[in-house]
């Protein structure tokens, strides 16, 4: 008796919305990305939330994905689960941001960590990962470009 081989073939469907809430926002800076991050996940003030902004060629925000969710102080992201959302949206490059619930903004070494390991997944597939800024409820930021980490 044969077994014949089974072959799935999966069509991925893009669906583009126009959203007038972010389709005019240029990101130039790293206070832009932090103003939109602040404005998406600044008062999740219980668990941390990794927030991917996608950006077209003219660094236009083309969409906003949460990436993860995760506990107080510890948030499980991959690199695959951050550019997928990158790849489907045919985004030029990346901005990635979380917030700290503890109102420190200051890196952990998995924050930094995981910075290097989404740059190196995007150099390959050809998305810049342009900055990782990291928010408060209490108003302070930090961006990870701006401390040398990218």
């Known amino acids: 008796m044969a077994l014949t081989p089974i072959i799935e073939v999966v069509r991925i469907k893009q669906e583009i919305r126009e959203s007038s809430e972010f389709s005019s926002y240029r990101i130039v800076s790293p206070g832009d990305a932090q103003e939109l991050a602040v404005s998406y996940i600044a008062d999740e003030e219980d668990r941390e939330v990794f927030l991917v902004m996608m950006l077209n060629t003219k660094n236009q925000v083309i969409g906003l994905h949460r990436a993860s969710i995760g506990s107080l ?15 489907l949206n045919n985004a030029a490059s990346i901005i ?5 619930p503890s109102g420190d903004p200051t890196p952990s070494r998995e924050d930094i960590e995981v910075t290097k ?4 997944a ?3 597939i050809g998305i810049e990962v342009l900055d990782h800024v990291i928010v408060t409820h209490t108003g302070k930021h930090v961006s ?3 401390k040398g980490y990218l």
């Open 73 to 87: 102080n510890a948030s499980i992201v991959h690199p695959r689960d951050v550019l997928k959302s990158a790849v």
């Open 96 to 100: 990635v941001a979380h917030q700290h």
């Open 117 to 120: 390991r989404l740059a190196e």
């Open 122 to 124: 995007g150099k390959i």
């Open 144 to 146: 990870l470009k701006e």
